[in-house]
């Protein structure tokens, strides 16, 4: 089992940036990708972000793209998201998940472990 907790969320003005963190516990991060989604408002859960059990590859979701990061330490068991430029449309629950990295990158049903969420509000 691997628990992932995620932290660094808040409340913001637009065009600031935030660090977001997914830290695991119980098991290493070290064979699982590990994606971060989100879930706004009213609106379904999306994809935001992926990268590879090595960190050699990395998807992001078109509206991010340019202005999010995802980065991961294994050594720290924990795996950053880099909000740069932030609108009030990326305004959302952040989760982080992970999985063998097999599949798709993009969808979360395919991941296995999931955390509870952090909030990130922008506002104008």
């Known amino acids: 089992q691997v628990q992932l907790v995620e932290s660094g969320g808040g409340s913001v003005q637009a065009g600031v940036s935030l660090t977001l963190s997914c830290a695991a516990s119980g098991r290493t991060l070290m064979p699982y990708g590990v994606g971060w989604f989100r879930q706004g408002p009213g609106k379904e859960r999306e994809f935001v972000a992926a990268?590879?059990?090595?960190?050699?590859?990395?998807y992001y979701a078109n509206s991010v793209k340019g202005r999010f990061t995802i980065s991961r330490v294994n050594a720290k068991n924990t795996v950053y998201l880099q909000m740069n430029s932030l609108q009030p449309e990326d305004t959302a629950v952040y989760y982080c998940?992970?999985?063998?990295?097999?599949?798709?990158?993009?969808?979360?049903?395919?991941?296995?472990?999931w955390g509870q969420g952090t909030q990130v509000t922008v506002s104008s």
């Open positions: 998940a992970a999985k063998y990295w097999s599949g798709s990158a993009y969808v979360g049903d395919d991941y296995t472990y």
């Open positions: 990268i590879s059990w090595t960190g050699g590859s990395t």
